[in-house]
């Protein structure tokens, strides 16, 4: 070969590798770090492509079609964990690493209290960026998630007050399951044997924990207020509860006011018109009054049954008769106080 021909070859070679490698420095770029940090969100189902263009509009990467291309390319675009991180731009690579198990999506630890209704719990989750409106329509419309045990037509009273951490990309479905789970964790067989030997359902049994758990200033009361309603119910007297008045008008029970007819309202869940058991829950009980409805105080030493009580000056007063909660109502409630 001519030395001309020789030395056009050798040009275009190394020409050749030239380009090459300005192509895959530029590739190298392209997937390199940005310096950016960014939450972001990888929905469900979110294919490759629409990862990468995610990240690229958080400014993770300078092109998310070459990271879309390494992603289907290394077969890591098949193995995407959806959820919300917390990122840095710190290379394709790692990214595509951090997005395929490296790196936990972030997640949010909520408690819920005792004795608060589905519409606050609704509230606390919309608070920490859940869908709390889609949780609130599911209790109320709850469909096939709904227990045979409930009776009701929502789930008000079966949605267990603990704490619970949840992914953020939960869905009101996962959230409610998560709850109607740790209900059922409490019916355990010696609770489902007490159960029976009380003769009440699981509805039942929920609804008065319910009604226990707004009326008690303390867990130590919770035991004689559910054997003073128990031994209402016996007798078929009303239970007079003030706080199933105040969920029929959905009122806070400070807000209730007898010179405003609260107290006549006309329904189902007022007990002081209505006999009996309000037709659901007022609210979602805890472990403490579920137990004190089975285990409940209904006697004094005497032997004679509670019928009536009342708090005033920071403690519970019980009474077996009417004339005595009157005479001590006047004692303790209405009386002066001292100078």
Same mark, same amino acid.
């Given at each position: #070969?001519?030395?001309?021909?020789?030395?056009?070859l050798r040009r275009g070679v190394v020409a050749l590798f030239l380009t090459f490698l300005l192509l895959l420095l530029y590739a190298l770029w392209l997937l390199g770090p940005t310096g950016r940090e960014a939450v972001v969100r990888i929905p469900r189902g979110a294919t490759g492509a629409e990862v990468a263009r995610i990240l690229e509009e958080a400014g993770l990467l300078r092109s998310g079609h070459a990271f879309s291309a390494y992603l289907r390319f290394s077969g890591r675009a098949k193995r995407l964990v959806p959820g919300v991180y917390r990122l840095?731009?710190?290379? =394709?690579?790692?990214?595509?690493?951090?997005?395929?198990?490296?790196?936990?999506?972030?997640?949010?630890?909520?408690?819920?209290?005792?004795?608060?209704?589905?519409?606050?719990?609704?509230?606390?989750?919309?608070?920490?960026?859940?869908?709390? /409106?889609?949780?609130?329509?599911?209790?109320?419309?709850?469909?096939?998630?709904?227990?045979?045990?409930?009776?009701?037509?929502?789930?008000?009273?079966?949605?267990?007050?603990?704490?619970?951490?949840?992914?953020?990309?939960?869905?009101?479905?996962?959230?409610?399951?998560? #709850?109607?789970?740790?209900? /059922? =964790?409490?019916?355990?067989?010696?609770?489902?044997?007490?159960?029976?030997?009380?003769?009440?359902?699981?509805?039942?049994?929920?609804?008065?924990?319910?009604? *226990?758990?707004? /009326?008690?200033?303390? =867990?130590?009361? #919770?035991?004689?207020? !559910?054997?003073?309603?128990?031994?209402?119910? /016996?007798?078929?007297?009303?239970?007079?509860?003030?706080?199933? *008045?105040?969920? =029929?008008?959905?009122?806070?029970?400070?807000?209730?006011?007898?010179?405003?007819?609260?107290?006549?309202?006309?329904?189902?869940?007022?007990? @002081?018109?209505?006999?009996?058991?309000?037709?659901?829950?007022?609210?979602?009980?805890?472990?403490?009054?579920?137990?004190?409805?089975?285990?409940?105080?209904?006697?004094?030493?005497?032997?004679?049954?509670?019928?009536?009580?009342?708090?005033?000056?920071?403690?519970? @007063?019980?009474?077996?008769?009417? !004339?005595?909660?009157?005479?001590?109502?006047?004692? @303790?409630? @209405?009386?002066?106080?001292?100078?």
């Amino acid at each position: #070969m001519p030395e001309g021909s020789r030395n056009w070859l050798r040009r275009g070679v190394v020409a050749l590798f030239l380009t090459f490698l300005l192509l895959l420095l530029y590739a190298l770029w392209l997937l390199g770090p940005t310096g950016r940090e960014a939450v972001v969100r990888i929905p469900r189902g979110a294919t490759g492509a629409e990862v990468a263009r995610i990240l690229e509009e958080a400014g993770l990467l300078r092109s998310g079609h070459a990271f879309s291309a390494y992603l289907r390319f290394s077969g890591r675009a098949k193995r995407l964990v959806p959820g919300v991180y917390r990122l840095k731009g710190e290379g =394709a690579f790692r990214l595509a690493r951090a997005l395929t198990g490296g790196v936990k999506p972030l997640s949010v630890t909520l408690t819920f209290p005792e004795g608060e209704r589905a519409v606050d719990y609704a509230r606390r989750l919309s608070q920490a960026g859940l869908d709390g /409106e889609g949780f609130l329509r599911l209790v109320e419309r709850p469909g096939t998630l709904k227990p045979p045990y409930v009776e009701g037509r929502t789930l008000e009273g079966y949605l267990f007050p603990a704490t619970y951490t949840f992914d953020l990309l939960a869905t009101p479905e996962e959230v409610v399951r998560a #709850m109607l789970r740790r209900f /059922e =964790a409490e019916l355990t067989p010696p609770v489902q044997r007490l159960l029976e030997e009380r003769g009440l359902s699981v509805h039942a049994w929920v609804t008065l924990a319910s009604i *226990v758990e707004k /009326e008690a200033g303390s =867990a130590e009361e #919770m035991p004689y207020i !559910a054997g003073v309603f128990l031994n209402r119910l /016996e007798r078929g007297m009303p239970l007079q509860a003030d706080p199933t *008045v105040a969920y =029929a008008l959905g009122k806070r029970l400070p807000e209730l006011s007898r010179e405003a007819g609260d107290f006549q309202v006309d329904s189902p869940y007022n007990t @002081y018109r209505y006999g009996g058991l309000p037709p659901g829950p007022i609210a979602n009980p805890g472990q403490k009054a579920l137990l004190a409805v089975l285990n409940p105080v209904r006697q004094d030493e005497r032997g004679r049954p509670y019928l009536y009580f009342f708090h005033a000056q920071g403690r519970l @007063y019980l009474n077996v008769d009417f !004339a005595g909660h009157l005479r001590d109502l006047a004692r @303790y409630r @209405y009386a002066s106080p001292p100078p």
